[in-house]
């Protein structure tokens, strides 16, 4: 199937909801599923949706709120605390959260009269480590790009030619993800990783992972960039800001940026 027919496809589901709300985090996907719903539907016929747990990053929020007003449209945030389940990072941390947070979601678009809550999960997304996707399917959460056959590539393209700002955007995960399974988390823990991740996309590495081992923050960057982090002298500025957040060894991963790190083997989300 061409790109135009997936295209196609993904109009033709839009058209048929008549209106829907978009779980919306600011990244490739649920930035371009928006912004194809405002296209099809027009903006007063769609509400972006986004939850706000503490494992997610206040730098995140913050764009998904400012693509939102950029793209005229009405932008629900849904504060959550901390979930109890979640709290020592278990292998189905995953599954209980995304549970959780589209239950939020769908209970309010529903209070809204809005039928359909849309995620942007897609094809590439069935061959990934995506326990969540089970939460997606029970809750019957509509996923529009992956029924449409679009690819994260396609995603990337469609967005490139529409001047959808996110279009090469870095991909991203919760922080949850920066610590090995099993071991418990906490707000300062999160707030030392994400502050971690900051200082490195300061540096000027947007595809970055500061996990989490202690006292040792293991930083992962593309290998094609590991010379200039080095020779550049960036380590040491970086070193030194990572021990003022409260780690005591600073290391870089020499098999590089790689999702899904931290899951069990095989897998490559996160």
Known sequence: ??????????????KEMDKCAVAFSG??????????????LGKDMVTAITMVPPYVAQWEIKEAGELAVEMGVAHIQIQSEMIDQVKMNPTDRCYICKTFLFKNMKERALGLGINFLCDGSNADDTGDYRPGMRALK???IRSPLLEA???????????????VPTWDKPPYACLLTRVPHHNEIDLSLLEQIEKSEVVMMKAGFPYVRVRHHGEIARIE????????????????KVCEELKKLGYKFVT???????MGNMNPAG???G
């Open 252 to 258: 870089l991963d020499l098999n590089g940026y790689k």
């Open 221 to 236: 960057i593309p290998v094609d960039r590991f010379e200039e982090f080095i020779s550049g002298s960036y380590y040491l």
């Open 149 to 163: 056959g679009l690819s994260k590539q396609d995603i990337r393209d469609i967005s490139k030619e529409w001047g």
């Open 27 to 40: 990244g490739v996907d649920s930035t371009f599923l928006l912004a194809a719903a405002v296209r099809v």
């Open 1 to 14: 199937m061409s790109l135009e027919n997936r295209l196609e496809n993904l109009i033709n589901i839009l």
């Open 138 to 140: 029970e809750l019957k």
């Open 267 to 269: 897998a490559v989300n």
